[in-house]
């Protein structure tokens, strides 16, 4: 099955910063630059919700709770995403989860989820 593979989460402060990093596999690395990447966040006992979208040609999307603080990018030689986030708040804790998307939907594929804490 393939995965996306994140890292950089971990436990921050308040008004601190933090920047995560999302590698595709070996499998999808050849059609990387057609996928909308993504991130996604899921707090305990909520759902899961969207963070940011990037797509190909760098049209960014943010959920309003993160605008002007969050920065989605791509390295499409990379085949990596980031998601760079600023100015964290304790509502920000989740566990944060890449995803790439195209062919609307029927070629989607996600990773395991890492750690964000924002605690003083």
């Known amino acids: 099955q393939v995965q996306l593979v994140e890292s950089g989460g971990g436990l921050v402060h308040p008004g601190g910063s933090l920047r995560l990093s999302c590698k595709a596999p070996?499998?999808?690395?050849?059609?990387?630059?057609?996928?909308?990447m993504g991130w996604y966040r899921q707090a305990p006992g909520k759902q899961r919700e969207l963070v940011a979208t990037?797509?190909?040609?760098?049209?960014?999307r943010y959920a309003d709770s993160v605008k002007n603080r969050f920065t989605i990018s791509r390295d499409n030689s990379q085949k990596k995403v980031h998601l760079q986030m600023n100015n964290l708040k304790p509502e920000d804790t989740a566990v944060y989860y890449c995803?790439?998307?195209?062919?609307?939907?029927?070629?989607?594929?996600w990773g395991q989820g890492t750690q964000v804490t924002v605690s003083s």
């Open positions: 070996r499998t999808i690395t050849s059609v990387f630059n057609t996928y909308v």
């Open positions: 990037i797509t190909s040609d760098r049209s960014t």
């Open positions: 995803n790439a998307d195209r062919l609307g939907g029927l070629d989607n594929h």
